[in-house]
Protein backbone atom coordinates (compact mmCIF):
# COMPACT_ATOMS: atom_id res chain seq x y z
CA UNK A 1 0.00 0.00 0.00
CA UNK A 2 1.36 3.58 -0.77
CA UNK A 3 0.18 6.71 0.97
CA UNK A 4 -0.20 9.56 -1.45
CA UNK A 5 2.55 11.91 -1.64
CA UNK A 6 2.23 15.94 -1.62
CA UNK A 7 2.58 18.06 -4.09
CA UNK A 8 5.83 19.73 -4.85
CA UNK A 9 5.43 23.22 -3.06
CA UNK A 10 4.23 20.88 0.26
CA UNK A 11 7.46 18.86 -0.17
CA UNK A 12 9.26 21.61 -0.35
CA UNK A 13 7.88 23.38 3.11
CA UNK A 14 8.24 20.03 4.46
CA UNK A 15 11.49 19.79 3.61
CA UNK A 16 12.14 23.18 5.47
CA UNK A 17 10.41 22.05 8.60
CA UNK A 18 12.77 19.22 8.96
CA UNK A 19 15.92 20.49 7.90
CA UNK A 20 14.83 23.77 11.04
CA UNK A 21 14.28 21.16 13.25
CA UNK A 22 17.18 19.19 12.88
CA UNK A 23 19.34 21.86 13.20
CA UNK A 24 17.57 23.14 16.57
CA UNK A 25 17.63 19.86 17.68
CA UNK A 26 21.82 19.34 17.08
CA UNK A 27 22.15 22.96 18.80
CA UNK A 28 21.00 21.36 21.49
CA UNK A 29 22.97 18.04 21.19
CA UNK A 30 26.02 20.67 20.54
CA UNK A 31 25.30 22.92 23.89
CA UNK A 32 25.28 19.40 25.53
CA UNK A 33 28.37 18.08 24.30
CA UNK A 34 30.63 20.93 25.90
CA UNK A 35 28.48 21.15 29.20
CA UNK A 36 27.99 18.01 29.96
CA UNK A 37 31.42 16.65 31.05
CA UNK A 38 31.70 20.00 33.18
CA UNK A 39 27.90 19.23 34.69
CA UNK A 40 28.55 14.82 35.62
CA UNK A 41 30.15 15.11 39.03
CA UNK A 42 32.22 11.49 39.21
CA UNK A 43 34.67 10.33 41.63
CA UNK A 44 36.61 8.80 38.43
CA UNK A 45 37.19 9.53 34.94
CA UNK A 46 36.37 6.12 33.83
CA UNK A 47 33.16 6.29 35.48
CA UNK A 48 32.47 9.75 33.66
CA UNK A 49 33.50 7.81 30.57
CA UNK A 50 30.77 5.06 30.99
CA UNK A 51 28.08 7.83 31.81
CA UNK A 52 28.79 9.70 28.56
CA UNK A 53 29.60 6.41 26.52
CA UNK A 54 25.73 5.44 27.46
CA UNK A 55 24.42 7.50 24.87
CA UNK A 56 26.21 6.21 22.29
CA UNK A 57 25.31 2.29 23.32
CA UNK A 58 21.46 2.86 23.36
CA UNK A 59 21.33 4.67 20.36
CA UNK A 60 23.13 1.84 18.37
CA UNK A 61 20.55 -0.99 20.26
CA UNK A 62 18.00 1.03 19.38
CA UNK A 63 18.68 1.72 16.03
CA UNK A 64 17.51 -1.44 14.45
CA UNK A 65 14.14 -1.54 16.11
CA UNK A 66 13.44 2.46 15.43
CA UNK A 67 13.82 1.81 11.98
CA UNK A 68 11.45 -0.98 11.97
CA UNK A 69 9.01 1.40 14.06
CA UNK A 70 9.06 3.95 11.59
CA UNK A 71 8.46 1.63 8.97
CA UNK A 72 5.14 0.97 10.57
CA UNK A 73 4.12 3.16 12.45
CA UNK A 74 5.40 6.11 10.52
CA UNK A 75 7.63 8.92 10.01
CA UNK A 76 6.48 11.92 11.80
CA UNK A 77 5.13 10.24 15.03
CA UNK A 78 8.34 8.91 15.95
CA UNK A 79 10.19 12.19 14.89
CA UNK A 80 8.10 14.10 17.18
CA UNK A 81 8.20 11.97 20.30
CA UNK A 82 11.51 11.86 19.30
CA UNK A 83 12.08 15.77 19.80
CA UNK A 84 9.31 15.83 22.99
CA UNK A 85 11.71 12.95 24.57
CA UNK A 86 14.82 14.98 24.53
CA UNK A 87 13.09 17.85 25.79
CA UNK A 88 12.03 15.89 28.70
CA UNK A 89 15.18 14.22 29.46
CA UNK A 90 17.78 17.35 29.09
CA UNK A 91 15.11 18.97 31.91
CA UNK A 92 15.40 16.06 33.63
CA UNK A 93 19.18 16.05 33.46
CA UNK A 94 19.65 19.59 34.81
CA UNK A 95 17.57 18.91 37.66
CA UNK A 96 19.67 17.36 39.43
CA UNK A 97 23.97 15.96 38.73
CA UNK A 98 23.21 12.89 40.63
CA UNK A 99 24.60 10.12 38.34
CA UNK A 100 21.98 7.64 38.22
CA UNK A 101 19.49 10.13 36.74
CA UNK A 102 21.93 11.77 34.82
CA UNK A 103 23.34 8.33 33.66
CA UNK A 104 19.76 7.16 33.29
CA UNK A 105 18.18 10.13 31.31
CA UNK A 106 21.67 10.58 29.16
CA UNK A 107 21.51 6.91 28.07
CA UNK A 108 17.54 7.66 26.69
CA UNK A 109 18.47 10.55 24.99
CA UNK A 110 20.38 7.98 23.00
CA UNK A 111 16.94 5.99 22.29
CA UNK A 112 15.42 9.66 21.37
CA UNK A 113 18.83 10.90 18.76
CA UNK A 114 18.33 7.33 17.29
CA UNK A 115 13.96 8.30 16.80
CA UNK A 116 15.33 11.89 15.38
CA UNK A 117 18.10 10.59 12.87
CA UNK A 118 16.39 7.52 11.58
CA UNK A 119 12.76 9.23 11.13
CA UNK A 120 14.68 12.18 9.69
CA UNK A 121 16.40 10.57 7.02
CA UNK A 122 13.43 8.56 6.37
CA UNK A 123 11.35 11.48 5.50
CA UNK A 124 14.14 13.18 3.60
CA UNK A 125 14.08 10.01 1.70
CA UNK A 126 10.43 9.88 0.98
CA UNK A 127 10.31 13.11 -0.02
CA UNK A 128 13.32 13.77 -2.32
CA UNK A 129 13.94 11.31 -6.03
CA UNK A 130 16.95 10.07 -7.14
CA UNK A 131 17.38 13.40 -9.50
CA UNK A 132 17.84 15.44 -6.16
CA UNK A 133 18.07 13.22 -3.38
CA UNK A 134 22.04 13.97 -2.90
CA UNK A 135 21.33 17.56 -2.44
CA UNK A 136 18.45 17.07 -0.32
CA UNK A 137 20.90 14.61 2.18
CA UNK A 138 23.14 17.04 1.28
CA UNK A 139 20.83 19.74 2.92
CA UNK A 140 20.57 17.29 5.89
CA UNK A 141 24.14 17.08 6.69
CA UNK A 142 24.53 20.98 6.38
CA UNK A 143 21.61 21.48 8.62
CA UNK A 144 23.58 18.46 10.79
CA UNK A 145 26.52 19.81 11.55
CA UNK A 146 26.04 23.70 11.66
CA UNK A 147 23.24 23.21 14.47
CA UNK A 148 26.21 21.26 15.92
CA UNK A 149 28.33 24.44 15.45
CA UNK A 150 26.15 26.82 16.64
CA UNK A 151 25.46 24.26 19.91
CA UNK A 152 29.28 24.55 20.78
CA UNK A 153 29.63 27.79 20.57
CA UNK A 154 26.42 28.50 22.91
CA UNK A 155 28.09 25.15 25.48
CA UNK A 156 30.80 27.46 25.59
CA UNK A 157 29.05 31.06 26.32
CA UNK A 158 26.58 28.65 28.76
CA UNK A 159 29.64 27.43 30.42
CA UNK A 160 30.54 30.98 31.50
CA UNK A 161 26.91 32.49 32.12
CA UNK A 162 26.04 29.87 34.44
CA UNK A 163 29.51 28.74 35.92
CA UNK A 164 27.71 28.72 39.13
CA UNK A 165 25.13 26.47 38.58
CA UNK A 166 25.51 24.53 35.12
CA UNK A 167 21.97 22.31 35.12
CA UNK A 168 20.58 26.27 34.71
CA UNK A 169 21.96 25.77 30.95
CA UNK A 170 20.58 22.26 30.74
CA UNK A 171 16.89 24.05 31.59
CA UNK A 172 17.28 26.80 28.39
CA UNK A 173 18.19 23.86 26.44
CA UNK A 174 15.18 22.17 27.50
CA UNK A 175 13.19 24.80 26.75
CA UNK A 176 14.59 25.25 23.19
CA UNK A 177 13.53 21.77 22.26
CA UNK A 178 10.32 22.04 23.67
CA UNK A 179 9.50 25.16 21.86
CA UNK A 180 10.59 23.21 18.77
CA UNK A 181 8.83 20.18 19.71
CA UNK A 182 5.47 22.06 20.22
CA UNK A 183 6.52 23.53 16.54
CA UNK A 184 6.98 20.80 14.81
CA UNK A 185 3.80 19.00 16.16
CA UNK A 186 1.82 21.87 14.39
CA UNK A 187 3.06 21.79 11.16
CA UNK A 188 4.99 18.55 10.25
CA UNK A 189 2.87 16.60 7.91
CA UNK A 190 3.59 12.80 7.20
CA UNK A 191 5.28 12.75 3.68
CA UNK A 192 3.34 9.86 1.37
CA UNK A 193 5.06 6.43 1.95
CA UNK A 194 5.12 2.91 0.95
CA UNK A 195 3.55 0.49 3.72
CA UNK A 196 3.82 -2.76 4.16
CA UNK A 197 1.91 -4.90 6.71
CA UNK A 198 3.19 -6.56 10.11
CA UNK A 199 6.52 -7.89 9.65
CA UNK A 200 9.16 -9.17 11.75
CA UNK A 201 12.58 -7.42 12.65
CA UNK A 202 14.64 -10.26 10.67
CA UNK A 203 12.27 -10.34 7.73
CA UNK A 204 12.41 -6.17 7.41
CA UNK A 205 16.31 -6.73 7.37
CA UNK A 206 16.34 -9.39 5.00
CA UNK A 207 14.93 -7.71 2.49
CA UNK A 208 17.60 -4.82 2.51
CA UNK A 209 18.95 -5.09 -0.97
CA UNK A 210 22.73 -6.06 -1.85
CA UNK A 211 23.75 -2.61 -2.75
CA UNK A 212 22.37 -1.39 0.21
CA UNK A 213 24.36 -4.21 1.72
CA UNK A 214 27.71 -2.89 -0.42
CA UNK A 215 28.17 0.13 0.24
CA UNK A 216 27.85 -0.57 4.32
CA UNK A 217 31.49 -1.03 4.31
CA UNK A 218 32.85 2.24 3.13
CA UNK A 219 30.34 3.82 5.82
CA UNK A 220 31.54 1.92 8.87
CA UNK A 221 35.35 2.82 7.82
CA UNK A 222 33.92 6.48 8.06
CA UNK A 223 32.09 6.25 10.99
CA UNK A 224 35.36 4.62 13.01
CA UNK A 225 37.01 7.38 11.28
CA UNK A 226 34.83 9.80 13.25
CA UNK A 227 35.82 8.15 16.15
CA UNK A 228 39.35 8.64 15.34
CA UNK A 229 38.23 12.38 15.07
CA UNK A 230 37.17 12.80 18.76
CA UNK A 231 39.60 11.18 20.48
CA UNK A 232 41.91 14.16 18.68
CA UNK A 233 41.29 16.44 22.23
CA UNK A 234 42.72 13.71 23.73
CA UNK A 235 45.84 13.80 21.52
CA UNK A 236 45.64 17.99 21.96
CA UNK A 237 45.40 17.39 25.67
CA UNK A 238 48.13 15.00 25.88
CA UNK A 239 50.69 16.52 23.62
CA UNK A 240 49.84 20.89 25.05
CA UNK A 241 48.39 20.19 28.75
CA UNK A 242 45.27 22.27 26.79
CA UNK A 243 42.02 20.40 27.41
CA UNK A 244 39.44 23.15 26.88
CA UNK A 245 37.42 22.93 23.97
CA UNK A 246 35.78 26.05 24.41
CA UNK A 247 39.38 27.47 23.61
CA UNK A 248 38.76 26.27 20.00
CA UNK A 249 35.20 26.51 19.82
CA UNK A 250 35.14 28.77 16.78
CA UNK A 251 37.88 27.21 14.52
CA UNK A 252 35.43 23.91 14.82
CA UNK A 253 32.31 25.98 13.78
CA UNK A 254 34.16 27.05 11.06
CA UNK A 255 35.15 23.40 10.15
CA UNK A 256 32.17 22.05 10.33
CA UNK A 257 30.22 25.01 8.53
CA UNK A 258 32.83 24.42 5.40
CA UNK A 259 32.21 20.36 5.90
CA UNK A 260 28.48 21.11 5.62
CA UNK A 261 28.75 23.52 2.87
CA UNK A 262 31.09 20.84 0.71
CA UNK A 263 27.99 18.07 1.69
CA UNK A 264 25.78 20.27 0.06
CA UNK A 265 27.67 21.13 -3.10
CA UNK A 266 29.11 17.41 -3.56
CA UNK A 267 25.70 15.95 -2.34
CA UNK A 268 23.81 17.79 -5.73
CA UNK A 269 27.23 16.83 -7.67
CA UNK A 270 25.82 13.13 -6.76
CA UNK A 271 22.61 14.06 -8.50
CA UNK A 272 24.35 14.96 -11.72
CA UNK A 273 27.14 12.31 -12.18
CA UNK A 274 26.08 9.56 -9.49
CA UNK A 275 26.81 8.25 -6.45
CA UNK A 276 29.40 6.43 -6.75
CA UNK A 277 31.91 8.59 -8.67
CA UNK A 278 31.29 11.16 -6.07
CA UNK A 279 32.11 8.74 -3.10
CA UNK A 280 35.38 7.73 -5.37
CA UNK A 281 36.08 11.51 -4.45
CA UNK A 282 35.07 11.76 -0.97
CA UNK A 283 37.34 8.90 -0.59
CA UNK A 284 40.49 9.95 -1.99
CA UNK A 285 39.96 13.29 -0.08
CA UNK A 286 39.20 11.85 3.00
CA UNK A 287 42.46 9.28 2.67
CA UNK A 288 45.03 11.66 1.65
CA UNK A 289 43.74 14.25 4.66
CA UNK A 290 44.16 11.18 6.70
CA UNK A 291 48.02 10.57 4.99
CA UNK A 292 48.74 14.33 5.73
CA UNK A 293 47.40 15.04 9.17
CA UNK A 294 49.98 13.52 11.14
CA UNK A 295 52.59 15.84 9.91
CA UNK A 296 49.93 18.80 10.03
CA UNK A 297 48.64 17.96 13.95
CA UNK A 298 52.08 18.35 14.76
CA UNK A 299 52.84 22.00 13.28
CA UNK A 300 49.26 22.93 14.60
CA UNK A 301 50.09 21.85 18.09
CA UNK A 302 53.22 23.88 18.55
CA UNK A 303 51.13 27.49 17.96
CA UNK A 304 51.15 29.20 21.21
CA UNK A 305 47.50 30.27 21.91
CA UNK A 306 46.59 34.11 20.60
CA UNK A 307 49.07 33.59 18.00
CA UNK A 308 47.55 36.16 14.84
CA UNK A 309 46.09 34.30 11.97
CA UNK A 310 49.21 35.27 9.29
CA UNK A 311 52.07 34.39 11.66
CA UNK A 312 49.99 30.96 12.62
CA UNK A 313 49.92 29.98 8.64
CA UNK A 314 53.94 31.20 8.60
CA UNK A 315 54.37 28.26 11.18
CA UNK A 316 52.45 25.97 9.29
CA UNK A 317 52.92 26.71 5.55
CA UNK A 318 51.02 25.62 2.62
CA UNK A 319 50.35 22.34 3.81
CA UNK A 320 47.72 24.17 5.80
CA UNK A 321 45.43 24.58 2.47
CA UNK A 322 46.60 21.27 1.02
CA UNK A 323 45.11 19.46 3.99
CA UNK A 324 41.83 21.74 4.14
CA UNK A 325 41.18 21.20 0.31
CA UNK A 326 41.27 17.47 1.11
CA UNK A 327 39.14 18.04 3.75
CA UNK A 328 36.54 19.58 1.74
CA UNK A 329 36.79 16.91 -0.25
CA UNK A 330 36.25 14.25 2.07
CA UNK A 331 32.74 16.21 2.88
CA UNK A 332 31.30 14.30 -0.68
CA UNK A 333 31.21 11.15 1.36
CA UNK A 334 28.41 11.23 3.66
CA UNK A 335 25.85 12.74 1.24
CA UNK A 336 26.57 10.46 -1.64
CA UNK A 337 26.24 7.43 0.84
CA UNK A 338 23.03 8.48 2.21
CA UNK A 339 21.73 9.05 -1.06
CA UNK A 340 22.81 5.59 -2.51
CA UNK A 341 20.99 4.15 0.67
CA UNK A 342 17.81 5.51 -0.04
CA UNK A 343 18.00 5.39 -4.16
CA UNK A 344 18.93 1.50 -3.48
CA UNK A 345 16.17 0.58 -0.33
CA UNK A 346 13.03 -1.32 -0.81
CA UNK A 347 10.36 1.34 -0.90
CA UNK A 348 8.83 -0.11 2.33
CA UNK A 349 11.97 -0.52 4.29
CA UNK A 350 13.79 2.83 4.01
CA UNK A 351 13.35 3.43 7.76
CA UNK A 352 14.91 0.02 8.12
CA UNK A 353 17.54 0.71 6.18
CA UNK A 354 18.30 4.20 7.81
CA UNK A 355 18.31 1.96 11.13
CA UNK A 356 20.96 0.27 10.18
CA UNK A 357 23.25 3.05 9.13
CA UNK A 358 22.43 4.56 12.25
CA UNK A 359 23.20 1.45 14.26
CA UNK A 360 26.94 1.54 12.14
CA UNK A 361 27.13 4.79 12.84
CA UNK A 362 27.06 4.66 17.08
CA UNK A 363 29.28 0.94 16.42
CA UNK A 364 31.91 2.88 14.43
CA UNK A 365 32.54 5.94 16.50
CA UNK A 366 32.92 3.42 19.32
CA UNK A 367 35.29 1.10 17.93
CA UNK A 368 37.16 4.04 16.22
CA UNK A 369 37.69 5.82 19.88
CA UNK A 370 39.41 2.49 21.36
CA UNK A 371 41.26 1.78 18.24
CA UNK A 372 42.66 5.11 18.41
CA UNK A 373 43.85 4.93 22.51
CA UNK A 374 45.48 1.74 21.26
CA UNK A 375 47.18 3.30 18.19
CA UNK A 376 48.11 6.18 20.54
CA UNK A 377 49.35 3.89 23.15
CA UNK A 378 51.74 1.99 20.58
CA UNK A 379 53.10 4.74 18.08
CA UNK A 380 51.70 8.22 18.95
CA UNK A 381 49.88 10.66 16.74
CA UNK A 382 51.24 9.21 13.44
CA UNK A 383 50.26 5.53 14.21
CA UNK A 384 46.91 6.96 14.78
CA UNK A 385 46.04 8.54 12.25
CA UNK A 386 47.59 5.93 9.26
CA UNK A 387 45.83 3.16 11.05
CA UNK A 388 43.03 5.21 10.28
CA UNK A 389 43.60 5.13 6.66
CA UNK A 390 44.90 1.42 6.71
CA UNK A 391 41.17 0.30 8.20
CA UNK A 392 39.67 3.33 5.46
CA UNK A 393 41.10 1.78 2.69
CA UNK A 394 40.79 -1.57 3.49
CA UNK A 395 36.88 -1.41 3.88
CA UNK A 396 36.53 0.87 0.97
CA UNK A 397 38.26 -1.53 -1.42
CA UNK A 398 35.46 -4.33 0.48
CA UNK A 399 32.32 -2.01 -0.74
CA UNK A 400 34.32 -1.17 -4.16
CA UNK A 401 34.50 -4.98 -4.41
CA UNK A 402 30.77 -5.73 -3.40
CA UNK A 403 29.27 -3.34 -5.87
CA UNK A 404 31.07 -4.21 -8.60
CA UNK A 405 30.24 -7.88 -7.65
CA UNK A 406 26.56 -6.42 -7.71
CA UNK A 407 26.73 -4.43 -10.65
CA UNK A 408 28.31 -7.68 -12.86
CA UNK A 409 25.68 -10.19 -11.54
CA UNK A 410 22.69 -7.00 -12.66
CA UNK A 411 24.67 -7.33 -16.25
CA UNK A 412 24.38 -10.86 -16.36
CA UNK A 413 20.64 -11.05 -15.16
CA UNK A 414 20.04 -8.73 -17.52
CA UNK A 415 21.27 -10.18 -20.61
CA UNK A 416 19.83 -13.58 -19.82
CA UNK A 417 16.38 -11.79 -19.47
CA UNK A 418 17.04 -10.15 -23.44
CA UNK A 419 18.59 -13.68 -25.03
CA UNK A 420 16.69 -16.12 -22.53
CA UNK A 421 18.13 -19.46 -23.68
CA UNK A 422 21.48 -18.21 -25.09
CA UNK A 423 24.43 -18.86 -22.89
CA UNK A 424 26.12 -15.33 -21.61
Known amino acids: MTRPGPGLFAKLGTLSILYLSVFLTRIGFGTILI ?117 IMLGTLFSKIFSSNLGDSFLVVSAIMGASSIFVYFVLREPGHASQGRRSLRQMYDSLTSDVVGILPIWFSL ?33 LLVFGAGALMFGRLSDKIGRTKTVMIGAAGELGFLMILPNLFERLVVIPQGTPLIESYQ ?60 ADDLGGVQAVFYSAAIIFSGLTLTSAWLLYSNSKTSRSESLAQEHPGKPI
Open 35 to 151: IFPLYVATPSSSLAAIIIALYPALEGFSALPVGAVVDLRGRRRVFVTGMALISVLTFLIGLSNNLVLVGGAHALEGLAAAMVTIASLTMITDLTVEQNRGAGMGAFDLANLAGYGVG
Open 223 to 255: TIILGFYLFLPRLVAARTGVSDLSQSAGLLLLA
Open 315 to 374: MVGPIIIVGGFLFFLGSALIPSILAYIGDKASREFRGSAMGLYSLMLSGGITTGTILAGI
